[in-house]
């Protein structure tokens, strides 16, 4: 459950302040959990909705970091195929809080974008914008790492 | 050498985090645990400690309230034995002159009073046992009922006083005629009854809780009462609605 939180955290203190929340939050509500879907599937759903709330929480204390920024760290020795979740874990948490829950929430939890801009309070369009912006900078991210081929072709 | 698919490219991303699990610091557990179990705990003895609280603060301002009460009650108990004491002096002067000597020893002031009056004042007279009088009957030497009698009226038990005004009130008539018939009817009641005013006061717990609970439930079967009459209490009744407990008090 950690690597959830730590896909929507921006470094691993966050994500285990977060994962602290979110259990418990679990052992608050279980009389909640109605048994349908598995309960990993539900832990799931509670840490990314206090992940989510946790981001609204911080949204105007946050101070939004510059893309660019991102592109000036250093990454150095990956090889072709190493790539793990490790390293892509890392290149999630570079992007800019925004572009980081849209992603996460879009491609991994399989939010529609509509669901996306109710949870955050964007709108659809800002949401897919997003994270066609977050796509990008985390394909330019990986290019940086991995030298040519990995996210720019397949293969 | 196709630019890679959005589709592929989050693929990418949700192949690898489906199963990705990290392991957590070791100390996490331990301070999700401290969260969640302290406020469980926390719930009952909250409760506990308000509650001891309030029965703690009603029951000092009580106290306090009371005390203030007690006092002028107290007198007033005293006061009523010294209203009898003439009545009984008159009656004890009336009867005969071979028991001067008792009230002289108690009252001696009081002596010289005229003993004309005496007989309509000793029918006035309502402290009065019969228990005493059946004795006095039966021994004829004055001293020896001066002894009788004192014991007698030690061996009384501390009965409440209201007790002992019905009881005497219901023979009166009894003592009217004894007296008319001018036995020689000796009332030490003035001891007994300054005792039963000394024991009156607040010896103990269940005292003052009878004290408080009479003031605030006029019922008969009150909330609680506690049995006084030795110098220990005992708890004996409580009517908390539905559910009652022990005998009534015996008032």
Redesign the interface.
């Known amino acids: 459950?950690?690597?959830?939180c730590?896909?929507y955290a921006k470094d691993r203190m966050e994500a285990?302040d977060i994962?602290?929340v979110g259990?418990?939050k679990v052992?608050q509500k279980i009389k909640d959990y109605r048994g349908d879907g598995s309960f990993e599937g539900w832990i799931r759903r509670v840490m990314v909705n206090t992940a989510i709330e946790s981001y609204r929480k911080n949204l105007r204390s946050l101070n939004v970091v510059e893309i660019d920024e991102a592109y000036e760290q250093p990454s150095t020795g990956f090889d072709f195929g190493t790539l793990?979740?490790q390293d892509?874990?890392k290149v999630?948490q570079k992007l800019a809080d925004g572009y980081r829950m849209v992603?996460n929430m879009?491609?991994?939890e399989g939010y529609s974008h509509k669901e996306i801009g109710e949870t955050l309070g964007i709108s659809e369009g800002a949401s897919k914008s997003q994270l066609?912006r977050a796509?990008a900078i985390?394909?330019e991210e990986i290019i940086k790492m991995e030298g040519f081929g990995y996210?720019?072709?397949?293969? | 050498m196709q630019p890679i698919q959005d589709k592929d490219f989050d693929q990418l991303f949700k192949n690898a985090f489906e199963d990705a699990e990290i392991t957590p610091s070791r100390d996490l557990w331990s301070s999700i645990e401290s969260e969640i179990e302290p406020k469980k705990k926390r719930i009952i003895p909250v409760y506990w400690l308000s509650a001891a609280a309030v029965l703690l603060i009603t029951t000092v301002g009580f106290l306090v309230y009371q005390q203030q009460e007690v006092k002028p009650k107290q007198f007033a108990n005293n006061v009523e034995p010294k209203v009898v004491k003439p009545v009984n002096e008159a009656q004890t002067v009336q009867n005969s002159e071979e028991t001067i000597t008792v009230p002289a020893e108690k009252l001696g002031q009081a002596l010289p009073t005229t003993l004309k009056p005496a007989e309509g004042v000793a029918k006035i007279t309502v402290k009065e046992n019969i228990k005493t009088v059946e004795k006095q009957k039966i021994v004829t030497s004055p001293e020896m009922q001066k002894q009788e009698i004192v014991i007698a009226q030690v061996a009384q038990p501390k009965e409440d006083i209201k007790a002992k005004i019905e009881d005497a009130v219901s023979k009166v008539n009894q003592e009217t005629v004894l007296a008319s018939t001018s036995t020689v009817v000796k009332t030490d009641d003035v001891i007994g009854d300054d005792e039963q005013a000394e024991s009156k006061g607040i010896r103990n717990v269940g005292d003052v809780v009878n004290l408080i609970v009479n003031k605030v439930d006029k019922r008969k079967d009150k909330f609680i009462q506690f049995r006084t009459d030795d110098d220990d209490s005992s708890l004996s009744s409580i009517n908390i609605g539905p559910f009652k407990f022990g005998k009534k008090n015996k008032k």
Request: charged share 15%; aromatic share 16%.
């Open positions: 459950m950690l690597a959830v730590m896909r285990e994962l602290q259990y418990i052992f793990g979740m892509l874990m999630i992603f879009y491609v991994i066609s796509r985390l394909k996210a720019t072709y397949t293969g």
